[in-house]
């Protein structure tokens, strides 16, 4: 397993020196930040951004995320032009040795929460989603969440959602597999493994169409195009806030099956329908146990890149809502430590 750590470049206010005084870490998951979706990296830039993490002694472990732009996941007249820019993408991050590449089919924005600094018992706070709260607040009051692409506008964004009402949820399955029929033979070609980002949270909201929610939808995504290099990333946190949703069942299943590619780690709080808060990693304060999900990792000799998720804010931090550096570090320390647990406890030593 690569023990890594998502870093979010000159963006990120959490030093590459700080992220390597974290025991155990050697990896980094990061991507090229100061470009739109849907333009080429360049060899250059990302050969600059890998030399930079390996000053480190650190490897780039997996991009997160080489986006999707809109027009491939609305199947625009013009997103063939698109799938080239990512498959040329996909060239120049391979030219470089990286090998996975996280994305997800998320549309008009990433993950979506209705709090961002909900107070927790101890008197942190963290990341909150409340269907409910959802369901009350105006369009108006929420486009300046950080789910949201800044570039849109609040015309811009009810265009977008309108399109995608009309799109449904068969159509952008249609447009997903357009992608993978025409990305996962490069990837392949290339010798990069693919991993889907489960929608975080997994339902339709807003009236949007949301169709990675759960194992049955991860099932189809993989038996799109039968390759290695179409696989998942599971998210623990995303899949876990549907209650319904068995964590270790999932990742055991598509472990096994040799389609796991990359694993975020975080826990969660449910309370109650569509109601959660993201916590610390520790088993007892969320709902999700831990301890099952890395038994499950090590039985299953799951090789590929794991990171903790979001992370509370403590200690008086500020910053990136989910990603300090306090309780990550502590996610992070308390995931080695299972892991080691079990590796020893099972006689299997690593080197
Ligand atoms: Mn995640």
Known sequence: MKFS????????????EKI??????????????DQPAGTVWSIKKISKLVQRINNYNL??????????????KLGSPDRDSYIEVWKENLQNLSSLGIEVVCYNFMPAFDWFRTDLQKPLMD????????????????????????????????????????KYKELGEEGLWDNLEYFLKRVVPVAENYGIKLGIHPDDPPWEILGLPRIIKDKEALSRV???????????????????????????????????????NFVHLRNIKHFGDKEFQETAHYSSSGSLDMFEIMKILVETDYSGPIRPDHGRMIWDEKGRPGYGLYDRALGHSYILGLYEALIKGSGNFYG
């Open 5 to 16: 750590w998502r870093w979010f470049g000159d963006e990120d206010n959490i030093s590459l």
């Open 20 to 33: 390597n005084q974290i025991p155990g870490l050697t990896g980094i998951v990061t991507a090229i930040y």
């Open 222 to 260: 993989v038996n799109i195009i039968d390759s290695e290099s179409n696989g998942l990333a599971i998210c623990t946190g995303s899949l876990g806030a549907n209650e319904k949703n068995s964590i270790p069942e999932i990742l055991k299943y598509f472990s096994k099956k040799g389609k796991l």
């Open 59 to 72: 490897e780039l472990t997996a991009i997160e995320s080489v986006p999707v732009p809109e027009e491939i």
């Open 123 to 162: 008197g942190s706070n963290s990341l909150f989603f409340s269907q409910k709260e959802l369901n009350k607040k105006p369009l108006e009051d929420l486009v300046d969440l950080p789910g949201w692409d800044s570039n849109y506008s609040f015309n811009e964004v009810s265009s977008l959602i309108n």
